[in-house]
Structure formats: C-alpha cells, structure tokens
C-alpha cells in the first residue's frame, strides 16, 4: 500500500531483466506492425473540443490513415517508424470506433468515448485507492458509472525518456472495479461529470512516496543524465547487499515449513525454529529488508479465571497490510489490505482460559514495508472493565511464503518516473492535470525550494503538451503531525506555502485540506472532501465558473497602533469560522520576529489581531504549523482559509 517513507511495486531481478530485453527488441519488432501507445486501446476517453492527436508507429515510409465518427486524416511514418496524425475536434458523446489502417494491417478501436481527460499524477495520497476511503463499502457500491473510466499506469521508471508505457488499460466505473481507482481522482471525477454530464478520462500516473524530482525531465531538475545514471549504479549495488543480507537470513528456514494454514496458529505449536523480533516495527528494519509476503507473529498473555470468563478486547495496532488473528488457535478478527487501519478485536470468552493464553497473527505484505508496526499504546490486551495491558517488547517470529526484491528508491531520483510514466503520454490531448504531491518533499531546507520546482513542473509540463493554459490544479498538504516543526520552523507549512505561490500562475487552482485530514495519519480517509474541492477549483480554472471555488487568501497588512488588520480576498461571501466564536490560529510578532498568539475579531473582508506580548505589532501568520488544528478561518461557502505568513523567508532573510 501507498506510503510516504518507502517506494511501491518493487521490481525483482528477473522482472527488470525482462523489461530491459523488451526495451532492447522494440525497435526491431515496433516498426515492423502497427503499433499504437497502450492509452489508445478499448475504452479509452479522447478529449472533446480539441484535436485529436493520435500517434504510433508503423513501417518506416508507410501511410497510415486514421477514421473517426466519419472524418479521416492520415500521416506519413518517419525513419523511426513513427507516425503523428490529426483528426478535427469533436464533441463530447460515444461510444464510437477510432480506425488505423496502415495499408497492410488494420486495428479497430472500439467502446470509445468523448469527454473530458485529466491526468492524475502524484505520490501516495493520489495513489490512495476508493477501497481505502472513508465509507469505503458504501462509496464502492454505488460506484457505477460505465463513462467513468480509469487508466493506472504501473510504477515504473527509465534512465532515459521513452515513448511506450510499461502498461495500463482502461477500466470503467463499476462496483467491481472502482475499488481500486484513485479515490481523490474519482470523487473529483463524479462530480465533474454531475455539472457536465460528459464522460471523463482518468490517467492515473502516480507513484507513492515519490519526489517531485522524479516527474520531471532532465533539463527542469537541473540534472545531468550520467549523475543519475551513477546514482542509479550506486543505489543498485546498495540494494544488492541488503538484499543479500536478507536472504542469508532467511536460509535458516530453507527446508519447507513443517507446518500450514491454521497449524501456525496452535498454541502447541513447536516454535524452536522461531526467532525473536521487536513489535511494534517493521520487519525490513529487523534484518528483512526487501521481504514481502507472508509471516507469522506469536506471543502469550495471562488472565485471571474472572477476566477469562468475561472476554477481553485485544488491540493489535496498525498491521501491514492484511492479518488474520488466533487466539488459542481460533480465529478472533481479520482485515485486509488495511495497511493503516487499527485493529482491535473482541474475544470470546469461550476462547479463553486461565493462565497463559496464546496470540498468533498471520501478517500478509503486499509491498513496501510489513509487519506489526505504529504506535505502541495500540497493542494491548484489555479484559472487560479492566486496564489496558500492554503487548509491545519481542514476539516470537517466522517468515512463511515470502520473496526477496530490492526496494529500488528510483522514485527519488530526478527523471526517472517522467521517463517512463509521463514522456510516453505527451500528445494525448487533455483537458487538465490534477496534482497530489508535496509530502516527500516537505522538509526542512527543502520546503522552501519546492516554490520553484513547482512551477518548472508546471511549466515543463505544458510545454510539452504545446498548451500554455493547460489547466492545472493541486491538492495543498492537510493537516499532520509530522513531528519535525518547532515554535520557530514548520516544513509544511512551507511547502504549503511555496504551492499556494504557484496561484500566481494563470489557469491554476488550489484545494485547501488543512480542516479535513488525520494528524495522526499522512493518509487521510476523506477523499470525498479532497475531490469536492479538486473539482471547485478545476471548474473556475478551466471553464471559467465563478461559483465559490477557494477559501479566503491573505490579500494585504495594515497596522494600526497595538492592531495587526489582516486583508482577504474573499471567493464566498463573507469571512466566517468553522467552528468558535472568533477567528482561531493567529499569531503575531514585533521587530524581534518572535511569534505569540494572539486574539483574533473579524470586521467585514478583515481579521484584526493582537497580542499583550507585542505592542508594536510588524508580522503576522495563520496556521503556521504542520498541524494547524485550532486554524478555524472561512468564507461563507465553509471552504478553509489558506494558512499564511506575511512576511515571506526572503523578506526575512534580508532583515
């Protein structure tokens, strides 16, 4: 599952051997038949209103024609076998046939579709699936809408920029497929087609944990190819000694397992061949580096025979990513691929006894990192009525049926995702991009540099698609504990500072979250909320409506003696709180730049604030931290002011 401290989909060797042998012979067998990119394939969503740009590649010199809804255009292949062809703009509606032809071979393209195409890019948070949202039963169940389609690209990554996907295909909303759709991407999707009833194109090009580097080519990243190539080259030798460690490890259990299925979990069990291993943790920082699969963790508790006979409820914390639990050998609880979820099940009393009672838990990792991890107050036993009793300290430990694949952190490195997750998909018309990203690189001494990389993401990007109005909308990092801000510093509230200077920029847009996440989650289940104002925004930046589509942004300072007059523009209505009687999350600061908190009323488009501890107010900041819960500051539409400070790092560097 999505995280941000470690890379997804590990390739093993075989499989990157592979790909590598199927790099080599593309240009062989690609020009040898018609060969189109995988995003022209049944099902796809051809953007509306704009040409249509259809490209591929055929025989060096051939004629290639193209037929769609009755109009035709056709294009002549280059020396490398690629062609490029045209169609005239066409209207929303479908389902039609897009036809290629290139004399010799002829490919139908059915089920097509007419509407609008956004390309959906990030880290884990626009990787977040529907299956892990918030009501995620509910929402999966009423998740059918056939021109509602989805396109993921797998995670994948080149040294150099290719034209063809690693794969992908398009998939429409159903129940059984929108489960694993990025939530963020079709909760703004659901509603865009609501206000517009045509259909809409979803390019899921997303990676969890990535860099905003990594989406970028070389020239935007300021990177030399061979920099990354020897990064690549040291990277992979790193990962070749952790992984051998691993398997090392491992060659203790070499013989097959004396034991399956629920035999594992019987308190009779002979567990000589165990070993002991720290919970709560994962098992890669355990010696098990690159370990995915299945592994089992056992422990004991004791009960009095009162609290046996009155059942207990056992906490087994945040487990990566799905578990089946025994007591006494049966089964008292399940969830999978619930990476971040809490357990915590309720155990019969029939299971128990007196005296020693025996814990065993089937721990399935579908990647990344696994095992029992998270915070230690979340494992306990705790018998009815009675105090929690804690179960973190060393378990008892045996890997199952695993693999060993290196980790490859090749989505932290400049280029490398832009090489094989974006270059290929540059010409598919689009209508907008939707961004998520922010979190791996809120740092400190790193924040602040975001500002500009931003916008040369933004700008490369439309570039590239030769649409310098491509519209562009973002998601603003929510609200979280990252444990790395002081009274003084707050690397999200940079980063979120160095996003919002990119609405500078025409044909932006930004979704303000900091009321709507988990602090104590960097993936928040709400992404309804996150697709509602994904869609506000994208609909004033790319069609103009000037419904309320932001909350209230920091417009201009004025000091009046002890007060500080905050200006907002407003884009609903009149300023307002969430929740209080004033505004909430201010702070306040004199010629020393030392911040205090301070009192907050609000007089029409204006916040006026003020501290005892400063006279002579010179600054001010809102929600200027990681976590910014008691931030309260609307507009009349309920949407969240944009946290601020009013006087930027280069103003204050320059005092």
Not at 2 to 7: E, F, G, H, K, M
Not at 90 to 112: M, Q, T
Not at 425 to 444: D, H, M, S
Not at 568 to 589: M, Q, T, W
Request: charged share 20%; with cysteine; aromatic share 8%.
């Amino acid at each position: 599952m999505p995280r941000i401290s470690s890379p997804l989909r590990r390739l093993s060797p075989a499989s990157g051997l592979l790909q590598v042998c199927l790099l080599l012979l593309l240009p062989l067998s690609a020009h040898a038949q018609l060969d189109l990119p995988l995003v022209y394939s049944t099902g796809t969503v051809l953007q509306r209103d704009q040409p249509m740009h259809v490209w591929g590649w055929s025989t060096p010199g051939s004629i290639v024609r193209a037929t769609f809804d009755g109009k035709n255009a056709k294009a002549k292949t280059g020396t490398d076998g690629r062609f490029d062809i045209a169609l005239p703009a066409h209207k929303a509606g479908g389902p039609y046939v897009l036809a290629i032809d290139n004399g010799k071979e002829h490919r139908d393209i059915s089920d097509v579709l007419v509407g609008d195409v956004w390309l959906c890019s990030g880290q884990s948070n626009m990787e977040f699936m529907v299956s892990q949202t918030r009501d995620a039963e509910n929402e999966i169940a009423n998740g059918n809408d056939s021109a509602i389609r989805h396109f993921k690209i797998p995670d994948s990554w080149a040294p150099t920029p290719e034209d063809r996907l690693a794969g992908g295909e398009w998939i429409a909303a159903s129940p059984a497929s929108v489960g694993k759709f990025s939530a963020a991407c079709w909760f703004f999707a659901r509603e865009m087609k609501a206000k517009s009833g045509v259909a809409q194109g979803l390019v899921n090009s997303t990676w969890g944990g990535s860099r905003i580097e990594a989406w970028m080519n070389a020239a935007t990243a300021g990177v030399r190819a061979d920099d990354v190539a020897a990064r690549m080259k040291k990277m992979d030798a790193d990962e070749q000694r952790a992984t051998d460690a691993t398997r090392q490890r491992l060659a203790r259990w070499s013989n097959p397992a004396p034991h399956t299925g629920a035999a594992w979990s019987s308190p009779d069990l002979d567990t000589k061949d165990w070993v002991s291993i720290t919970v709560p943790g994962y098992w890669e920082t355990q010696g098990y580096y690159g370990m995915d699969g299945t592994a089992w963790y056992r422990t004991t508790f004791t009960l009095t025979a009162r609290e046996a006979k009155q059942g207990i409820t056992l906490g087994l914390g945040t487990i990566d990513d799905s578990d089946t639990s025994f007591v006494n050998g049966t089964q008292v609880g399940e969830t999978k691929a619930k990476w971040n979820g809490v357990r915590a099940y309720r155990v019969d009393p029939a299971i128990l006894h007196a005296g020693t009672n025996t814990i065993a838990i089937k721990v399935v990792d579908l990647g990344a990192n696994g095992g029992i991890y998270g915070e230690a107050n979340l494992l306990y036993v705790q018998p009815e009525g009675g105090e929690k009793r804690p179960l973190k300290g060393p378990w008892l430990f045996r890997p199952d049926t695993v693999t060993v694949t290196a980790a490859e952190g090749k989505n932290q490195l400049a280029t490398l995702l832009y090489n094989k997750m974006i270059h290929p998909l540059i010409g598919f018309p689009l209508r907008g991009v939707l961004w998520y990203q922010g979190e791996a690189n809120a740092n400190k001494g790193e924040a602040l540099a975001y500002r500009e990389q931003f916008a040369g993401l933004i700008g490369q990007w439309r570039g590239e698609w030769k649409t310098p109005g491509l519209p562009v909308v973002w998601v603003q990092l929510a609200n979280w504990i990252s444990g790395n801000d002081t009274p003084d510093e707050s690397p999200w509230a940079e980063l979120r500072e160095s996003q919002s200077a990119n609405l500078a920029l025409p044909a932006t847009g930004e979704a303000v979250i900091i009321d709507i996440g988990n602090p104590k989650d960097i993936h928040p289940t709400n992404k309804q909320d996150v697709g509602h104002r994904l869609a506000l925004a994208m609909r004033h930046a790319a069609f103009g409506d000037m419904a309320p589509w932001s909350g209230p942004r920091y417009r201009d300072l004025k000091i009046d003696g002890a007060n500080a007059s905050i200006g907002f523009d407003l884009y609903g209505g009149k300023l307002a709180v969430r929740s209080g009687d004033a505004p909430a999350g201010f702070e306040i600061a004199g010629a020393d730049r030392r911040f205090h908190p301070a009192t907050a009323r609000i007089e029409g488009d204006r916040v006026i604030v003020a501290s005892g501890a400063v006279s002579h107010p010179v600054a001010v900041r809102y929600a200027w931290s990681d976590n910014p819960e008691q931030a309260n500051l609307t507009n009349g539409e309920g949407l969240p002011a944009s946290p601020f400070r009013t006087e930027s790092a280069t103003q204050r560097s320059h005092r």
